[in-house]
């Protein structure tokens, strides 16, 4: 279907319009908060009282509410995919929340219309009470404005050694003192001969046979330690930490998602410091 751009430009606009939607819905569903709570407190002058204020208290709602239901399925799915296990148990359930409730909703708008009976008489033929058809309603509002929150809040608890990490990465500070500088008088008053008996070290020329190798090996036991995660992975973990690359900025670099932070990123990389330690 690719050589149909027509269709994929319509398909960008229509996920366009469904995030668009469901950011939105946040707005209208504070605003019916709002109001509801606001009916209480005046004893139902709000929204009792007023016909105009039902009806837009109404289309809100509904609007917030379905609006968003494509755009919260697709959202289970990419935070299954990206290890999000939080969002995607949140998600997961509100996708199953809105599409029971625009079921029964559904059943019951098609069976007034079939039988041409009124909606008091079209709830009979529903196998759920409309008092609990309503407490899923209310549940799934506050589940959608705190799954619109947990949108912006990476979660993941720290691992053990983690907390140490700034330290770590600090940069060493270099400071001048006097033993310092005698220290650097004495080697550069030294003779020349004493420099000219370590030129003669031309081994260092395997040096790189012999990293290659230790980095091998040190592949192997990282892909033996680490199960769960695959020898293509480590090695690119790997391969980036020595070229420079930060631990905080490797799922940038690799265009991974943040969840293979803990996952993948931290796990190999402490597993790989430890091992570089002098046992």
């Given amino acids: 279907m690719k050589q149909f751009t027509t269709i994929e430009k319509l398909d960008t606009g229509i996920l366009y319009l469904l995030e668009l939607a469901s950011s939105l819905s946040v ?55 990206e290890g999000e296990k939080i969002k995607t148990w949140l998600y997961g359930l509100l996708s199953l929340l809105l599409l029971f409730t625009a079921a029964i909703v ?20 529903v196998f759920i009470p409309s008092e609990a058809l309503i407490w899923i309603r209310s ?5 959608l404005i705190v799954a619109h929150a947990m949108r912006h809040v990476q979660v993941g608890k720290p ?78 973990v790997v391969s980036a930490y020595n070229a420079g690359i930060h631990r905080r900025e490797m799922c940038t670099h690799h265009r991974w998602g943040g969840a293979k932070y803990t996952t993948i990123v931290k796990p190999v990389l402490d597993a790989y410091e430890q091992l570089q330690q002098p046992t």
């Fill in 27 to 81: 707005l209208l569903l504070a605003f019916g908060l709002i109001a509801s709570m606001s009916n209480v407190l005046t004893q139902g002058m709000l929204l009792s009282d007023s016909r105009a204020m039902q009806v837009v208290y109404a289309i809100s709602q509904s609007v917030a509410i379905d609006a968003g239901l494509g755009t919260t399925i697709i959202r289970t799915f990419r935070y299954y995919q």
């Fill in 106 to 125: 559904s059943n019951i708008e098609a069976v007034q219309q079939a039988l041409n009976i009124t909606l008091q008489e079209a709830y009979i033929h």
């Fill in 139 to 143: 549940v799934t509002v506050v589940l």
């Fill in 159 to 236: 691992k053990a050694g983690e907390a140490v990490q700034p330290q770590a990465e600090q940069p060493l500070k270099l400071e001048i003192t006097p033993e310092l500088i005698a220290a650097l008088r004495e080697t550069l008053t030294q003779p020349q001969t004493t420099i000219i008996e370590e030129q003669p070290e031309t081994k260092q020329i395997e040096a790189p046979k012999e990293e290659t190798q230790s980095l091998e090996s040190v592949l192997h036991q990282l892909d033996r330690l680490l199960p769960d995660v695959s020898l293509d992975e480590i090695t690119a």
